[in-house]
């Protein structure tokens, strides 16, 4: 009896493994949710196309026309159409236009000289995407903290003084806070050092007031000081390290990183303040949900660290809704930086949608909606591509 027991049956207790098909079924389940988030990605990218394709052709007025300018000639104006394929039948160039994209050709623009529609995009884009890099970085460089002491002091000063900063900067639209920027730290900079000194001067004395007072009434100084300390750190900043912000213009990331921050600070700085504000409240509110469960609160009881408390057991669950808020946060960008791009003149793909607009340059418009669309879809696919794979029921929802 003994020799013929299998290997199987001779396993150690504890190191049973999971049948060998639930672990192909698994995979099978990922590659064919994966297969059908493509599927309906390219699907999404199609229509979006072929809608703006076919709405440009219902705009007003003749880009060919326009692009020549009001000297050209008929037979000039039904030269050039005839040689981009203007003449044809729309579902023709929609067509024509879709297979050259298939191959990595956009066409040509209309505005004369007349120039590769792919170049003018691989020039600005680039400057779009560092904005959008460095707003999303510095947008949770700042609100993951501000949400996590937030929600461990829910209720209080702290709390409630961020709560309702935040709730200013969400009514704050980009471009009105560009402007604000514009005039504080370009055309009266000297003030805005002025004023960073005078906001330090009266942080440190206001925490050495609150800090007195929490020693006499017998409870820790350390939130005051945290919190005027961080405040008086700024203030001096401003005071001594406010660089010289160009009012326009960009300078490339070869021609020295400095100067290439320097040119985008203002920017950024405009494009993240709604975005601290909804990624600080999004993630307070489930940091606070969180702490309340029974297993955090299990936690405290064993003595854990606050640190440990915070950041294993609450803030990690907590990153869910955040993840996905970020990833539409990408997309939106990517349409919202048109208005800070068209302040400060930055060469991105903005500034280069606006003008084709005005111009009447109907393929770099429509290059541009696809490039603005596919980053937008890509970006939201591989978020919920990341969460089928962290979470299996998320497969089990779509499926």
């Known amino acids: 009896m003994a020799d013929q027991m299998t290997a199987t049956e001779i396993r150690p207790a504890g190191k049973a493994s999971l049948p060998a098909g639930r672990g192909r079924t698994r995979r099978g389940g990922m590659t064919r949710y994966v297969l059908a988030r493509v599927a309906r990605l390219l699907s999404i990218i199609a229509g979006v196309t072929f809608i703006s394709f076919f709405l440009l052709k219902l705009t007003p007025g003749d880009p060919v026309a326009t692009a020549l300018g009001p000297e050209a000639t008929p037979e000039q104006v039904e030269r050039l159409r005839a040689s981009l394929g203007l003449d044809r039948p729309a579902w023709e160039q929609y067509l024509d236009w879709l297979g050259g994209v298939l191959h990595g050709d956009f066409g040509t623009t209309l505005t004369q000289p007349s120039r590769p529609v792919g170049g003018e995009l691989a020039a600005r884009l680039p400057v779009t995407l560092q904005l959008i890099a460095l707003t999303i970085v510095l947008s949770l460089a700042i609100s993951i903290p501000l949400a996590v002491w937030s929600a461990h002091r829910a209720g209080r000063t702290f709390d409630r003084a961020v709560s309702s900063v935040l709730y200013g900067l969400v009514a704050l639209p980009g471009f009105v806070a560009a402007l604000l920027l514009v005039l504080v730290f370009v055309f009266h900079a000297d003030a805005a050092r002025t004023a960073g000194l005078a906001v330090a001067g009266a942080a440190l004395a206001m925490t050495v007031v609150a800090a007195l007072r929490s020693r006499r009434a017998r409870s820790s100084p350390l939130p005051p000081l945290i919190g005027g300390g961080a405040v008086a750190a700024v203030g001096l900043a401003v005071y001594a390290l406010l660089p010289d912000f160009p009012r ?3 300078v490339p990331l070869g021609e020295g990183v400095g100067a290439n921050l320097t040119s985008v600070a203002l920017p950024v700085i405009a494009l993240t303040f709604v975005d601290i504000a909804v990624f600080t409240r999004l993630l307070r509110g489930d940091m606070i949900t969180e702490l309340a469960k029974p297993h955090v609160l299990a ?57 084709s607009v005005r111009n009447g340059d109907h393929p770099v418009v429509q290059a541009a909606i696809f490039v603005i669309a596919t980053v937008y879809v890509t970006v939201n696919s591989l978020i919920d591509i990341a969460y089928a794979y962290l979470d299996p029921r998320v497969r089990q929802v779509n499926s």
């Open 248 to 250: 326009q213009g960009f």
């Open 299 to 355: 936690s405290r009881a064993k003595g854990m660290s606050t640190a440990h408390v915070l950041l294993r057991e609450s803030l990690r669950p907590s990153m869910f809704s955040l993840i996905t808020v970020v990833g539409l946060t990408i997309g939106q960008l990517i349409g919202g930086t048109i208005i800070v791009e068209h302040i400060f003149r930055l060469p991105g793909v903005g500034s280069l949608l606006v003008a």
